[in-house]
């Protein structure tokens, strides 16, 4: 199960996921984040990320694509950052 929380402010987009980014879940958070883009940095929380399959990852390599930072802080999620050369969020981004 995924869940996705959305925060937006005048200059940053703010996505936290928690839970299992796999399958349909992530094709539909790719889906989602890309009609809420427009304009502001975004910032995708990984933090309570569980377990990333191949469609979660092809979802997050191509929010990176487009510019996204990404938070990290266990070493699952970290070495998934780093596998796909995901550009880490800048302190105080999140």
């Given amino acids: 199960m995924l869940r996705v929380q959305i925060h937006d402010s005048s200059n940053i987009f703010h996505i936290k996921l928690s839970g299992r ?13 890309t009609r809420y ?5 975004t910032v995708v929380d990984l933090t309570d990320v569980t377990l990333i399959d191949s469609v979660g990852e ?3 390599s191509f929010f990176g694509r487009f510019g996204a930072e990404f938070a990290a802080s266990t070493s ?4 998934v950052c ?7 969020a800048r302190d105080g981004a999140y």
């Fill in 76 to 79: 699952y999620t970290l070495d």
């Fill in 37 to 41: 883009r427009e304009g502001l940095t």
């Fill in 82 to 88: 780093e596998r796909l050369d995901l550009r880490p």
């Fill in 21 to 33: 980014f796999t399958g349909n879940d992530a094709e539909n958070t790719r889906t989602l984040i």
């Fill in 58 to 60: 092809e979802a997050l």
